[in-house]
């Protein structure tokens, strides 16, 4: 099997594990399917000291599936909505006009609320001159809190089916993250609000993608994106060798590095849908991402 | 009685508009009077992100129309019309002359459901006090518009 790592300066220093900082490392890519996850478990697995896992990909969480946790808390995560008091409502419409999201109607002397459209601003309360409104709450998902057999931590956020306001849900996950040294995120795909909230505040982003046209179309993006969040951040090739190397080119013309290409691989493949992460089958592959974490520690 | 059509212009020979949510105009005919007695801009909830279909059905609501006339309609909107008590006759397009006409005449009724191009999406009704006023109170948070489809 080949792959190759691009580190420009493998010097002694840095294969000594024991140096590099804490950091948070997202795991993102412009759409799904691009083996994101993948990549985010093998990193996991291969990192030192420390290490926490935030599965951030709430709509569908499934690191799980190659990290096996031992899941030991789960937590419900609601947010506040208002629930209208009535005999203290004099219809006003202050919330209505108040709501950005129209999830508080006022008309005639009947008020409506539809908490599936509440982004749980707080105005509402704020504005109702009566204290009309009370604290209800709306349950968005939950989150998961294990250890995988080797001591990873665990965090796993899961929306609640049908739900649409994943962003809170994100937060969540994040916020119950403890000081580990190393945290990986993996983030949602796509370039919307929920992988932006899942990006922000990491030290280094990883961006998967494959050598297509469409690889590329997803990467300007996320990486236009990445620049104005001001995140660091540089390439994993996945399946590489399938398509062109104008991607590559690209990357090289703007100066975004290249920190691994993993080729397409039956063996890699047919691990992963057995729930086997590639590190485990390929001990080069292993020793690839140890350096990888090492590189983008510096 | 007044009857609300979404409409893309503000007169009697404007096309109806097909979305209810982000029409751009509702033409407020009054039957009474066979004519035109007001004209909502619905720029507003066009730009908005969400709800743009509480937000027109509150206007249309506010007009005091008894009747909605337009193409599709989604659940959520749906939901603040059945508390207004307001009937909906939707799938019409063509001029808004010809829509209004056809409904006078008996040539168009109103629907008992929400369109399907909205996903679903449930309101909590509150009932309001009672007497007076063109609205009817009912706590009717219109249920699920169970129809199964996505957007996108
Ligand atoms: S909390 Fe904010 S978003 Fe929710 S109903 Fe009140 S004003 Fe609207
Ligand atoms: S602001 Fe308070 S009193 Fe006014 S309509 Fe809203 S809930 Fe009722």
Request: proline share 5%.
């Amino acid at each position: 099997m080949h792959f190759e790592v691009v580190v420009p300066e493998a010097d002694e220093e840095a294969a000594d594990a024991a140096e590099i900082d804490p950091m948070k490392v997202a795991i993102a890519s412009g759409k799904g399917g691009t083996g994101k996850t993948s990549v985010a478990v093998a990193l996991a697995l291969s990192a030192q000291g420390s290490v926490e896992f935030l599965d951030c990909d709430v709509e569908e969480p499934n690191a799980h599936f190659f990290l096996k946790p031992e899941i030991r808390l789960c937590e419900d995560i609601s947010l506040e909505v208002p629930v209208v008091i009535q005999e203290r409502c004099n219809y006003c419409g202050k919330c209505r006009d108040m709501c950005r999201f129209n999830a508080i109607t006022v008309f005639g002397e009947t008020i409506m609320t539809f908490p599936d459209m509440c982004h749980s601003c707080g105005g509402c309360f704020l504005v109702c001159p009566q204290e009309a409104l009370e604290v209800g709450r709306r349950l968005i998902g939950t989150v998961e809190l294990g250890t995988t057999g080797r001591g990873i931590g665990f965090v796993q956020g899961r929306l609640r089916i049908g739900e649409a306001m994943a962003p809170p849900l994100i937060r969540a996950v994040k916020a119950r993250s403890t000081d580990s040294r190393t945290v990986i995120i993996d983030c949602p795909p796509g370039t919307s609000c929920p992988a932006m909230v899942a990006v922000r505040d990491a030290d280094y982003c990883l961006l998967v993608t494959e050598p297509t046209p469409f690889g590329l179309h997803d990467l300007k993006i996320m990486t236009g994106v990445l620049k104005r969040l001001k995140v660091s951040h540089g390439v994993v090739l996945n399946r590489a060798g399938l398509g062109d190397d104008t991607l590559e080119h690209w990357c090289l013309d703007k100066g975004i590095p290249i920190h691994l290409k993993i080729p397409f691989s039956r063996k890699i493949a047919e691990a992963y849908a057995k729930g086997i992460p590639m590190t485990e089958v390929d001990k080069d592959l292993r020793d690839a991402f140890t350096r990888l974490i090492l590189e983008i520690g510096k | 009685m007044k009857i609300a059509i979404s409409a893309q212009g503000t007169d009697m020979a404007s096309e109806v508009d097909p979305r209810f949510g982000r029409a751009r105009y509702f033409v407020i005919f009054d039957t009474d009077r066979d004519r035109i007695t007001q004209v909502i801009d619905n720029q507003a909830a066009q730009d908005a992100a969400h709800g743009a279909g509480i937000g027109a059905a509150t206007k249309v609501a506010e007009a005091g129309a008894e009747t909605v006339i337009t193409g599709r309609v989604g659940p959520k909107a749906f939901a603040v019309l059945h508390a207004a008590g307001i009937k909906i006759v939707s799938n019409i397009a063509g001029r808004v002359k010809d829509a209004v006409e056809n409904f006078i005449n008996g040539k168009a009724h109103p629907a008992d459901g929400p369109g399907c191009d909205a996903h679903s999406g449930q309101g909590m009704g509150m009932g309001g006090r009672r007497g007076g006023g063109a609205f009817r109170g009912g706590g009717a948070g219109g249920g699920r518009g169970g129809c199964g489809c996505r957007r996108n």
